[in-house]
């Protein structure tokens, strides 16, 4: 009798142990991106200013600006599964030099940026591991702390600016709500810069290529 119920007690365990095993050595599923979800993403990015075009009155020449690299954060909420909204914080500095001037080459100072950015993307596999997307939106940059090189430059100061923004990239499901992440937006932006209190006027189309890596939190 005893022999029976060992048995019996082991059939009806057996099930649940089975199913146990099966959860515990099955792969996780993709979460994937969802609608009223958000994502936060922690990126290392590179900012490489293009310097399109520019123009400097009374001395001539054209501006150049350094590539930087530094932190960024975003945050993204999914309206629906395909559509979300996205907005980037970020700030670098920048060193600015003027070449082919009637003075040869001149240092003229550094600046600060801080150019807050708001896309719309549109995200083709949501439901996947791997999800591309695709997005457009506005960039707002602000400069500051910005400090004339001395010498021929003695004071230095740019105009905020306003203007477009393209972005493509991708999301990967590593593991459970993480995923790893990689982007490039082209921003377009244009300033003029007043070397000592307005005398020299630098205009600039900077354009700057921004691209990122980093990883990402689903909430």
Do not use: C
């Not at 005893?2 to 007690?9: P, S």
């Not at 975003?74 to 980037?88: N, R």
Request: glycine letters at 10%; charged letters at 10%; aromatic letters at 10%.
């Amino acid at each position: 009798m005893t022999l029976r119920r060992l048995a019996a007690g082991l059939l009806l365990a057996l099930p649940f142990a089975l199913g146990t095993a099966q959860a515990q050595t099955a792969p996780e599923a993709p979460v994937g991106l969802a609608a009223g979800t958000f994502m936060v993403r922690l990126r290392a990015i590179g900012v490489i200013p293009e310097d399109n075009s520019s123009s400097i009155s009374l001395i001539g020449g054209s501006v150049h600006a350094s590539a930087q690299a530094a932190p960024e954060v975003d945050v993204s909420y999914f309206l629906t599964d395909h559509i979300a909204f996205e907005l980037i914080a970020a700030s670098t500095e920048h060193t600015i030099t003027a070449t082919n001037t009637a003075l040869g080459k001149v240092d003229v100072g550094s600046t600060w940026i801080l150019p807050p950015t708001l896309t719309v993307q549109y995200h083709f596999m949501p439901h996947s591991r791997f999800s591309p997307y695709l997005g457009a939106g506005l960039n707002v940059s602000f400069f500051y702390a910005s400090h004339a090189a001395g010498g021929t430059v003695t004071k230095l100061g740019l105009d905020n600016a306003v203007g477009p923004a393209l972005q493509a990239g991708f999301d990967y499901n590593v593991s459970g709500h993480w995923f790893a992440n990689f982007d490039v937006k082209q921003i377009f932006l244009s300033t003029t810069a007043h070397l000592n209190g307005g005398v020299i006027l630098a205009k600039t189309a900077l354009d700057p290529l921004v691209i990122g890596a980093g990883i990402g939190y689903r909430f």
